[in-house]
């Protein structure tokens, strides 16, 4: 079974800095997706950027980036410019490219991030 | 096109009641999944349905839990004789026929009293 660790249960940012969220996998799969979600206090859950494992160019998204490392199986997010917008939990998932039994998300423990001014 | 809506947002149940969650998925969106948040913790997998089909259940607990998606209407979970532990928010996710990405709705925050 797939597991996603989340090791930074807590970061704080000042406003405008860049922060870096650590996300790590395990899986024996060598295709699959990686997602960052994105939580505020409403709950909502925000789908911030994803990642094809087969893709070795990283994902961006504006003030969003990651950090793929398929070989040592981790999966960091890179928050530029950091807004206090962007004060959130951040949850890391993890999909497998089947269908069926093995579509579901698996998610870490998330990463509470304050933004400071 | 609406997002994926949940109802009730909020849920207040006495210990050994029902509570009934809805989903109603994206437009065009035949598969859905539900997800558990308990408090301080991530969502965990409960259920995978596309339309009259239950496709993977192996997150759910064996009793007291079901889940339903009929050919017409909303998604359902169902909680039966609730009990303090099932307090949590209960998150509900849509996707497309061939779509990876799945679309998540605003919650349904269940508290046992």
Redesign the interface.
């Known amino acids: 079974a797939q597991t996603v660790t989340q090791s930074q249960p807590e970061m704080s940012v000042q406003e405008a800095e860049t922060v870096t969220l650590s996300c790590t996998y395990d899986t024996s799969e060598s295709d699959y997706y990686l997602f960052w979600y994105k939580q505020p206090p409403s709950r909502q859950m925000i789908l911030v950027i994803r990642q094809e494992a087969y893709k070795q160019q990283n994902a961006t998204e504006n003030r969003f980036s990651v950090n793929f490392q398929k070989a040592a199986k981790s999966f960091s997010l890179k928050i530029s410019d950091s807004q206090l917008g962007d004060a959130a939990m951040y949850f890391c998932a993890y999909r497998s490219v089947s269908t069926g039994t093995a579509s579901k998300l698996t998610f870490g423990t998330g990463t509470r991030l304050q933004v400071t001014l | 096109n609406a997002g994926v809506m949940q109802n009730p947002r909020h849920l207040v149940r006495r210990r050994g009641q029902e509570a009934r969650l809805r989903c109603s998925p994206m437009k065009g969106h035949s598969?859905v999944?539900w997800?558990r948040q308990l408090p301080e913790?991530?969502?965990?997998?409960m259920v995978?349905l596309q339309k009259e089909n239950i496709?993977?259940e192996?997150?759910m607990p064996k009793e007291r839990f079901s889940a339903e998606f009929p050919k017409e209407g909303p998604s359902i979970l169902r909680i039966q004789q609730v009990v303090r532990g099932d307090s949590a928010?209960y998150?509900c996710?849509s996707s497309p026929p061939g779509n990876?990405?799945?679309?998540?709705g605003?919650?349904t925050?269940l508290t046992v009293t």
């Open positions: 598969h999944y997800y913790e991530g969502l965990k997998f995978y496709i993977d192996s997150g928010a998150f996710a990876y990405e799945q679309y998540f605003p919650g925050r």
